[in-house]
């Protein structure tokens, strides 16, 4: 079974909307974390955002938030504001909890392209 | 300063060439990984090294070799290649900050074409 599904394969959105990313992941680790990436057309992988399984509040960051339900297992990202610069591959990923160091692999969605439409 | 910068950024090569790509990351971290990102977008771990240690060893090809001379460099070395290398690889690094919270942060990725 897939471990992280993101099930938008692309999305259109009109500049200045808010926009919505799916992902729904699959663990039975209670511990685990849950991470988003954006990687532009030039190539590089930037960090947006990390949850926490055990954090309480949804995490924001900037214009960026993650939209955590726990029991349904999904943390969706959501952008609000959309900018041209926002077109870019946008990757959902979990890190399950693990007691060695170095042991901390992420597994990937398959990534959801967004296109944002001045 | 970039953080995790790779070395080189593209290489073109033919099938049954050895060649290596360099990583370093001035961050301090002490994990750095290999992800290998396929044509479809893909993106799955091949190596962990942990304070020069190999941590975690995916099913990859005894053909790549990974090399850590110290805990900011992570060189990859792939020998006899195939057509089916042709990938972008990406070096990450990231700080133990308990069992979940470990954000990685990536280089800029090698794109690599096997001709």
């Known amino acids: 079974a897939q471990k992280i599904t993101q099930t938008q394969p692309g999305m259109f959105v009109q500049e200045k909307e808010a926009v919505t990313l799916d992902c729904t992941y699959d663990t039975s680790d209670p511990s685990y974390g849950l991470f988003w990436y954006k990687q532009p057309s030039s190539g590089e992988m930037i960090f947006l955002i990390y949850?926490?399984?055990?954090?309480?509040q949804n995490a924001t960051e900037g214009r960026y938030s993650l939209n955590f339900q726990k029991a349904r297992k999904s943390a969706n990202l959501v952008i609000s504001a959309s900018q041209l610069g926002d077109s870019a591959m946008y990757f959902c990923?979990?890190?399950?909890?693990?007691?060695?160091?170095?042991?901390?692999?992420?597994?990937f969605g398959t990534g959801t392209r967004l296109t944002i439409i001045p | 300063d970039t953080a995790v910068s790779q070395t080189p950024k593209y290489l073109v090569t033919q099938m049954g060439n050895d060649k290596s790509i360099k990583c370093e990351q001035n961050l301090g971290h002490d994990t750095m990984y290999w992800y290998k990102q396929d044509s479809k977008k893909f993106l799955k771990i091949m190596f962990s090294?942990?304070?020069?240690?190999?941590?975690i060893n995916e099913t990859v090809p005894n053909r790549f070799s990974p090399k850590s001379p110290d805990k900011a460099h992570l060189n990859l070395h792939i020998n006899s290649l195939e057509l089916g290398d042709s990938a972008v690889y990406f070096c990450?690094?990231?700080?133990?900050?308990?069992?979940?919270?470990?954000?990685?942060?990536f280089g800029a990725g090698t794109r690599l074409s096997v001709l």
């Open positions: 090294y942990n304070n020069k240690e190999l941590i």
């Open positions: 990450a690094s990231s700080q133990w900050q308990g069992f979940v919270k470990n954000i990685q942060y």
């Open positions: 949850q926490g399984s055990y954090d309480q």
């Open positions: 990923a979990m890190r399950e909890g693990s007691s060695n160091f170095g042991n901390e692999k992420l597994t």
